[in-house]
């Protein structure tokens, strides 16, 4: 089932997202629903954030980029066939020794609008899947880049946050286009 995203600067991106604790068969529902969500939007990641819900739980689906990166779950590296969509609950990232990348990127909940971020290029995430179980994921490149990303967004953390202020100086039209847009559609009764 397709879910309406949530859009800048609606209060709910701005929440930190409770602790999962019910693996159960509503969990697992809410990741095919945001995975098919994520697909359609042609995105890589979606957080819990963008469909309304402030809980510590998003998707990632890393298959249909063409950039490069790595990957190791549990020290081992599972086909992508395999692991994708990634369900993440409860993540806690740790950013490995490394250098640090810039790149252009995007949010479902910001149509449109690409800037450059800086993160760290190798990550540790300690995570539960939708049975609970607990995992351990190092990563780097684009992959790494979208759990950061993913994981600033179960924290009330947006990408504008982490782009340099002449960065987000430069896109300053457009978000506030983006807010006067979200405001209307907020006023407009439901059909
Ligand atoms: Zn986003």
């Not at 006067?180 to 009764?189: G, N, V």
């Amino acid at each position: 089932m397709l879910l309406p995203i949530v859009r800048f600067n609606q209060p709910v991106l701005r929440k930190k997202g409770a602790q999962v604790t019910a693996f159960n068969a509503a969990l697992r529902k809410l990741a095919d629903d945001m995975a098919e969500t994520m697909r359609t939007g042609d995105g890589i990641g979606l957080a819990a954030q963008q469909i309304g819900q402030a809980i510590q739980f998003c998707v990632i689906d890393m298959r249909p980029s063409d950039a490069e990166f790595d990957w190791e779950i549990d020290g081992r590296k599972p086909p992508l066939d395999l692991c994708m969509p990634l369900a993440i609950a409860n993540p806690k990232i740790t950013a490995l020794p490394g250098k640090e990348t810039t790149y252009e990127e995007g949010c479902l909940s910001f149509p449109g609008i690409h800037a450059d971020v800086v993160r760290p290029d190798t990550i540790r995430v300690e995570y539960q899947d939708l049975d609970g179980t607990a995992h351990t994921l190092v990563c780097t490149g684009l992959f790494s880049r979208c759990v950061q990303h993913e994981a600033d967004h179960l924290n009330g953390v947006l990408f504008i946050d982490r782009m340099a202020k002449r960065v987000v100086a430069e896109i300053k039209p457009e978000l506030k286009e983006l807010e006067k847009e979200t405001k209307a559609a907020a006023k407009k009764p439901a059909k």
